[in-house]
C-alpha cells in the first residue's frame, strides 16, 4: 500500500471540487428540469392527480462525485474511464427519476398503511440510496476491479490466512 | 512445520478469485447491509429521536466549554436569539451506516471491521459536530452563507468524508490482512 491510494483520494478531492462548482451553478436548473420530466412520469406510477412543485434532492451532486471519481481514477485506461463516464451519469441520472418516483409514491400511498414518521423515512430511502450509494456502487462495478486491488487481495489474504494468524 | 501429504496443501493454497466475483460479492453484500440497517431505523424511530438528541446535545455543551453562551432544549439549539433545530439530517446517523455498510461487507477479520467501525463513527460524529457548529455560527452571522453550505455544500463534503474515511480504512484492513 504505497502513493496510488493517496493520490487517487488527493485527486478525488481536487475533481469533487470542480463538479461542486458545476453542481451548485447548475443544480436549480436540473432540478426543475426533472421536476418536469417527473411530473410527465407521474401517471405511470398511478399519480397523475399529484402536481409537484419543485424537487429538492441536492441533484446532480452523486453525478458530480461519481465524475470526480472516474476522473481521479489512474489504472484504467483514458477511453475506459471516459467510457464509465458515459454509461454511469446517464444510468444516475435514470436512478435519480426512479428514486424519486418511489419517494412520491411512498409520500402519496404509505401513510395510510405505516404512520407519517415511518414513511417520511421510508420515503426518504430511495433518495438516500440514489444521493450517497449509487454513486460509489456505479463506480465500483465498472471501475473497481482494476482501481481497488484491495479488494481482490483483500479477500484472498482472508482465505489464505490461518485463523488466528493475523495481528 | 511441513504437512505430510500434498492434498492438504493443495487445500491450504488461496483460490483464484476474479476481481469482477470480488466486487459484485461486495456489492451485493453493501446493498444489502445498507438496506437492512436503513430500515432498523425506519422502523424503531427511537434511534432518529435519540441521536437528534445526543447530537443536541453534544454540540451544546461543547459550545458552552468553549464560552459560548447556548441554550439546549430537547432536539432544539438557541444561540444569540437564533434557534436551530436539530433535525435527523442534521446528525450523522445516515453517513454512520452507509460506512458501516461498507466496512461490514468488505471481506477482511472481524477485528478489524470492529475496529473500524468504531474509529469511523467516532471520527464521523466529531466531523458531524463541527458541521453543525459552523452551521450554527453561521445562521447566527451570515445566514446567506449558512443556506450555500447548507443548501449546497454540506451534503457534498459529507459524502466525500465518508470516502475518504473508508479508503483509508480500506488501506489499514488490506495492510493488517497482508501480514
Given amino acids: ?167 | 512445520m511441513a504437512r505430510p501429504g500434498g492434498s492438504h496443501l493443495a487445500r491450504s493454497q488461496p483460490r483464484a478469485v476474479s476481481p469482477g466475483r470480488t466486487i459484485r460479492r461486495f456489492i451485493v453484500r453493501f446493498a444489502l447491509t445498507w438496506t437492512l440497517a436503513y430500515m432498523l431505523l425506519v422502523f424503531l424511530p427511537g434511534i432518529e429521536s435519540a441521536v437528534q438528541r445526543a447530537t443536541t446535545v453534544s454540540v451544546g455543551l461543547t459550545l458552552r466549554m468553549a464560552q459560548v453562551p447556548v441554550e439546549i432544549r430537547d432536539a432544539t439549539l438557541n444561540m444569540d436569539g437564533v434557534t436551530f433545530e436539530v433535525i435527523p439530517e442534521c446528525t450523522s446517523l445516515i453517513a454512520s451506516i452507509l460506512l458501516l455498510s461498507a466496512m461490514v461487507s468488505f471481506p477482511t477479520a472481524p477485528r478489524v471491521k470492529a475496529l473500524g467501525v468504531v474509529a469511523g463513527l467516532t471520527g464521523l460524529w466529531l466531523y458531524n459536530m463541527l458541521r453543525v457548529m459552523v452551521l450554527l455560527g453561521l445562521a447566527v452571522h451570515d445566514p446567506d452563507l449558512f443556506s450555500f453550505i447548507h443548501l449546497y455544500l454540506s451534503q457534498a463534503v459529507t459524502l466525500v468524508f465518508v470516502w475518504a474515511l473508508f479508503v483509508t480504512w480500506l488501506r489499514v484492513a488490506v495492510a493488517r490482512a497482508g501480514t
Fill in chain 1, 1 to 167: 500500500m504505497t502513493s496510488p491510494g493517496l493520490g487517487w483520494s488527493a485527486r478525488f478531492i481536487a475533481w469533487a471540487a470542480v463538479f461542486f462548482c458545476v453542481y451548485w451553478m447548475s443544480s436549480d436548473r436540473y432540478q426543475q428540469g426533472l421536476t418536469a420530466v417527473l411530473q410527465l412520469c407521474l401517471p405511470a406510477v398511478g399519480l397523475g392527480e399529484v402536481v409537484i412543485d419543485r424537487v429538492q434532492i441536492y441533484a446532480p451532486s452523486e453525478i458530480g462525485v461519481y465524475a470526480a471519481m472516474c476522473l481521479a481514477s489512474v489504472r484504467t485506461p483514458w477511453r475506459r474511464r471516459l467510457g464509465a463516464l458515459a454509461i454511469g451519469a446517464p444510468l444516475l441520472a435514470a436512478l435519480e427519476l426512479v428514486a424519486v418516483l418511489g419517494m412520491a409514491a411512498a409520500a402519496v400511498h404509505l401513510p395510510k398503511h405505516v404512520g407519517p414518521g415511518v414513511a417520511r423515512r421510508l420515503a426518504d430511502f430511495p433518495v438516500n440510496t440514489v444521493l450517497l450509494v449509487d454513486a460509489s456502487l456505479v463506480w465500483l462495478a465498472l471501475l473497481g476491479a482494476t482501481e481497488i486491488p484491495f479488494l481482490r487481495s483483500g479477500s484472498r489474504a482472508k482465505e489464505s490466512a490461518p485463523r488466528g494468524s493475523r495481528r
